[in-house]
């Protein structure tokens, strides 16, 4: 198995100048061909030496297809590995990038070691100080592996191709000229495509998508694009074209379970009573009518990205952005909460985070550099829904964190995918309203690389300690309108307005010092409501301008209510 | 209203298609005089410059039948100075009034940094504004697409 340092080595110039090599062999073997099907065998030459002469040019012949078949094979084989180790290098070039500029250096074994000069760090922000080092160094140590193993089976299938051929092993597909040998023997020599890690990381998954060839990903894309969908690490540009390429399989499939229920319950004399076809038909029309939603929120001007589109589970989940992650400056992920799902919630949230994306840029070009701005969507996981049902029985109650515990862990990942598929990483934003907000901020609780937080409408954010939210220090923001009865429920750790170090930001009617007047949001679902106090506070932390929020230290009634007692949390 | 209700409302405005176009032509107007008249740099666009999304919360029914637009003009690199700034407003409110936008409100106004919105009957909002650089948008009202219109009914 090559190590690391063997892989930085690899030069793809030497396969080349073989593959031209034998380019030249294999046109001057097959321009041979109309030379030996004249020669020994002049046209009227009959009798036994003339049937010898004609076995032997046919044996010649056959041992010609074969040889040509063999250097198709070892030519195709060297020219793919050729373009791989292309690929290969440069995903070693970024690699060794990441590493030189954040001080680290990566061993010939392949071994991260931490090479950052000696410093004094401030103690206050010591933590994070190695939180960030360890990310770094989980993200190099997974771009590594991926490279050896990208590297080993690379090296792999050509010493197998290389190996066949040696041995014969190539055959010519019973082809009659020399010409088809070559096709026969060329359709021998491809190496394989590499499936992503199994339950890679982001950065796993971001070093192996990196490693590929332009041709290889997008024949993945175009070929598998359940690989990579939803797989986070990979970049938005390849996860939208493969999940809108899956749009129509999901919906096939959907539509024949759809009919296959359906004529269940007319073949059945009690319908749905004694079975749970009726049921599940539903949730296949509730999952229908996503699809629907999806379809219709992308056919809508502007650039968007499909960048999950799941309908494993009961309910349909997908995340769509507007803009483009790969290349925004800032981006900003939002997760909604109780009674969200994709068909009911979708247009309405991206319009909201459309307006947002609109009024951040318009601020940025206004104020500052003219930044783009990429808002997404993200309704991956099983929110809680209201049903009777729902809130005493399911599994994904609202009155238990196992749903946003869930979707923390699938919310994560999703965070750190964002980073890990970039080369630079943007201003990175997690939102979370209601019950999104606790799922928001179990997900922070994990090493997202996110560098600000807003919550807003908050029932608690799974701790009761902002130093738990793993973002800079000063960069969690807590909104919280009047009249928000959510917000003061304290149910998922204490109310978020009573958090030391939490910035409260406003939600009240303001003007600003520009003379800017914006309107209050009150209860617990207008904190996106244009021209809001509440979406100006979201735009400029979304667009890296966090000095500008309007903060709100008052508390209101209900959270004299919800005060904490000290000593209880 | 109900769902019939908003289409019946909608229908009596022009069509998205048509709105944008309106609009587009304003904005173009307004940003050519703009330079013409007050030597402001020349616009640099926006990597998109239109984008869509569902209708808002006055017409939640609608769904895909209906759709308002965000127009933008990017920015003019820098200040459009103090002195000129009330002029330029004029300009801007004479040139929008006759596509039916209102009075200009001032939404910032000081140093060096200054806004305006203007609305009109459909719901849109043009903004004008200037501060490290010069910008100008709209954002349209809901109106139905083309298709929905020509339907005469809701989906």
Not at chain 1, 69 to 98: C, M, N, W
Not at chain 1, 411 to 421: Q, T
Not at chain 2, 14 to 36: F, K, M, W
Request: charged share 25%; with cysteine.
């Amino acid at each position: 198995m090559p190590t690391y340092g063997d892989i930085r080595k690899w030069q793809p110039a030497p396969l080349e100048a073989t593959v031209t090599g034998l380019n030249q062999r294999c046109d001057e073997l097959v321009g041979l061909s109309d030379e030996l099907t004249a020669s020994g065998v002049p046209e009227g030459w009959t009798g036994e030496a003339a049937d010898g002469a004609r076995a032997e040019r046919d044996r010649l012949q056959n041992s010609m297809e074969l040889l040509v078949a063999a250097a198709a094979a070892v030519r195709r084989g060297v020219a793919e590995a050729s373009d791989a180790v292309e690929a290969l290098k440069h995903s070693v070039a970024e690699t060794d990038s990441i590493a030189e500029r954040n001080h680290f250096v990566i061993r010939e074994d392949g071994s991260v070691v931490d090479n950052a000069p000696v410093t004094a760090h401030d103690p206050a922000h010591i933590d994070e100080y190695f939180r960030e080092r360890q990310r770094v160094q989980q993200e190099l140590a997974d771009r590594v592996e991926q490279a050896v193993r990208r590297g080993t089976d690379i090296d792999s299938d050509l010493a197998g191709v290389l190996r066949a051929a040696e041995k014969g092993e190539i055959n010519d597909g019973g082809a009659t000229s020399l010409q088809d040998a070559l096709n026969a023997g060329a359709g021998q020599g491809g190496l394989s495509t590499i499936g992503p890690p199994e339950d890679g990381s982001p950065y796993d998954n971001a070093g192996w998508w990196d490693s590929l060839s332009e041709a290889e990903q997008q024949a993945i894309i175009d070929e598998h694009p359940e690989w990579i969908g939803n797989l986070d690490g990979v970049p938005g540009e390849a996860r939208d074209e493969a999940n809108r390429a899956r749009l129509e399989t999901e919906r096939a499939a959907l539509e024949a379970r759809r009919d296959e229920l359906q004529a269940d319950l007319d073949d059945n004399w009690f319908g749905g009573t004694f079975t749970s076809a009726d049921a599940e038909l539903d949730a296949v029309n509730a999952k229908l009518d996503s699809l629907d939603a999806i379809e219709e929120t992308l056919a809508r001007p502007g650039e968007r990205q499909l960048l999950l589109l799941d309908m494993s589970d009961e309910r349909a989940e997908a995340a769509i952005a507007n803009g483009n992650i790969d290349t925004a400056d800032h981006v900003a992920v939002f997760t909604p909460g109780l009674t969200s799902t994709v068909d009911g919630s979708m247009g309405g949230y991206d319009n909201s985070m459309a307006q947002l994306q609109f009024r951040t840029e318009e601020e940025l070009a206004r104020y500052g550099d003219g930044g783009s701005v990429a808002t997404v969507t993200w309704i991956g996981y099983q929110a809680p829904q209201l049903s009777v049902g729902g809130v005493l029985f399911d599994s994904n109650s609202v009155l238990s964190d196992g749903s946003a515990q869930r979707g923390a862990d699938s919310l994560a990942p999703f965070l750190n995918g964002i980073d890990a598929s970039r080369d630079t990483d943007p201003n990175l934003t997690a939102l979370g309203h209601s019950y999104g907000s606790t799922t928001t901020g179990l997900a922070l609780q994990q090493n997202t690389g996110v560098d600000s937080a807003v919550f807003f409408g908050s029932p608690g954010l799974g701790t009761n300690d902002v130093d738990n939210i793993n973002v800079p220090t000063g960069n969690a923001h807590y909104i919280e309108a009047r009249n928000d009865a959510v917000g003061d429920l304290g149910y998922f750790g204490i109310d978020p307005s009573h958090m030391d170090g939490m910035n409260h930001v406003s939600a009240g009617e303001t003007t600003l010092p520009d003379g800017r007047t914006l309107t209050e949001s009150t209860g617990h679902s207008a904190y996106m409501d244009d021209s809001s106090t509440s979406q100006y506070n979201l735009s400029v932390v979304v667009g890296g301008m966090p000095d500008r929020v309007v903060t709100d230290d008052g508390k209101g009634f209900g959270d004299i209510l919800s005060w904490p007692v000290p000593g209880t949390y | 209203m109900d769902h019939n209700e908003q289409y019946q409302a909608l229908s009596e405005r022009p069509d998205i298609e048509e709105a944008q176009a309106r609009y587009e032509g304003l904005l173009s107007t307004i940003r050519d005089q703009l330079v013409a008249e007050f030597g402001i740099a020349e616009w640099k666009p926006p990597a998109s410059p239109v984008r869509g999304s569902a209708c808002g919360p006055d017409f939640t029914d609608i769904d895909a039948d209906g759709e308002i637009r965000r127009l933008s003009s990017g920015s003019s690199p820098g200040n459009l100075p103090d002195e000129r700034w009330t002029a330029a407003v004029t300009l801007v409110a004479e040139t929008a009034r006759g596509l039916g936008f209102g009075d200009p409100e001032v939404v910032v106004d000081r140093q060096q940094d200054h806004e305006v919105s203007l609305k009109d009957e459909y719901g849109a909002e043009l903004l004008f504004g200037t501060a490290a650089n010069t910008t100008l948008s709209i954002s349209t009202g809901c109106h139905l697409t083309k298709a929905a219109k020509e339907r005469g009914a809701p989906a």
